[in-house]
């Protein structure tokens, strides 16, 4: 093998081995700063989307570390909201890498031009909105996939449900195909004196058309207001 050849090998080398202890960092989520148990909305949906997302999704573990990051920053905790920062950065500069290799090559004479790669979805943002008592967020990713949960709480009570899956905008429609559905419920006990808490999970159901339509201020997606959110 040739001097050059060598160091060819070494630099492959070296930046696989950069580029898996970047995805292990940026996948390595802190959560020894939360309760056990969820005690709020935040909780419980960074809860869900650790417990539910797919392993090399560098993109999906950025926008985990961010929440975590600005879950601690909220707390006081600078020492692990600036680590999860640090982690969401370790996990876009692949994922940055991996956009910039995906550009359409210059085309040759005499050869026919590259496919285009696949466009990014025309929906994209974190919304939230109310129906009623009922709180709704939506997380439309750049992946094409989604995160709805509603959570409606009163008397002692609350009600949370949550659906993932995929989307497709077509035209004013909203087609949602949903993959999995989860939803848990805390209720007072007998007397008072006793929690009794419980949920369940199933594949998610038939996927469905809502109406959709831009708002200067957001989005109407089924009659229903949404607006950009910020945690």
Same mark, same amino acid.
């Given at each position: 093998? *040739?001097? *050059?050849?060598?160091?060819?090998?070494?630099?492959?080398? %070296?930046?696989? =081995?950069?580029? @898996?202890?970047?995805?292990?960092?940026?996948?390595?989520?802190?959560?020894?700063?939360?309760?056990?148990?969820?005690?709020?909305?935040?909780?419980?949906?960074?809860?869900?989307?650790?417990?539910?997302?797919?392993?090399?999704?560098?993109?999906?573990? @950025?926008?985990?570390?961010?929440?975590?990051?600005?879950?601690?920053?909220?707390?006081?905790? #600078?020492?692990?909201?600036? @680590?999860?920062?640090?982690?969401?950065?370790?996990?876009?500069?692949? @994922?940055?890498?991996?956009?910039?290799?995906?550009?359409?090559?210059?085309?040759?004479?005499?050869?026919?031009?590259?496919?285009?790669?696949?466009?990014?979805?025309?929906? *994209?943002?974190?919304?939230?909105?109310?129906?009623?008592?009922?709180? !709704?967020?939506?997380?439309?990713?750049?992946?094409?996939?989604?995160? !709805?949960?509603?959570?409606?709480?009163?008397?002692?009570?609350? %009600?949370?449900?949550?659906?993932?899956? =995929?989307?497709?905008?077509?035209?004013?429609?909203?087609?949602?195909?949903?993959?999995?559905?989860? #939803?848990?419920?805390?209720?007072?006990?007998?007397?008072?004196?006793?929690?009794?808490?419980?949920?369940?999970?199933?594949?998610?159901?038939?996927?469905?058309?809502?109406?959709?339509?831009?708002?200067?201020?957001?989005?109407?997606?089924? #009659?229903?207001?949404?607006?950009?959110?910020?945690?």
């Amino acid at each position: 093998m *040739t001097t *050059t050849a060598c160091i060819l090998s070494a630099a492959v080398f %070296v930046a696989a =081995a950069l580029l @898996a202890f970047q995805s292990r960092r940026a996948e390595d989520f802190d959560t020894s700063g939360m309760p056990r148990r969820p005690t709020n909305f935040i909780e419980q949906q960074i809860s869900e989307m650790i417990a539910s997302r797919t392993w090399g999704d560098l993109e999906d573990a @950025a926008r985990i570390q961010r929440k975590l990051g600005r879950y601690y920053a909220d707390r006081g905790d #600078g020492r692990r909201s600036t @680590a999860a920062f640090l982690a969401a950065a370790a996990a876009e500069q692949p @994922a940055k890498k991996q956009a910039d290799q995906a550009l359409p090559p210059q085309a040759v004479p005499g050869q026919p031009p590259a496919p285009a790669p696949p466009t990014r979805p025309s929906l *994209t943002g974190n919304y939230f909105g109310y129906e009623g008592r009922t709180l !709704h967020t939506w997380d439309f990713n750049i992946n094409g996939t989604y995160l !709805h949960t509603w959570i409606a709480a009163g008397a002692g009570a609350s %009600v949370r449900n949550s659906e993932r899956g =995929a989307f497709a905008v077509f035209g004013d429609e909203l087609e949602l195909r949903p993959a999995s559905a989860a #939803g848990g419920f805390v209720t007072p006990g007998a007397g008072g004196r006793s929690t009794v808490v419980g949920g369940g999970e199933d594949s998610g159901s038939p996927r469905r058309r809502l109406k959709f339509v831009r708002s200067e201020n957001g989005i109407l997606l089924d #009659g229903m207001k949404l607006k950009p959110k910020s945690w």
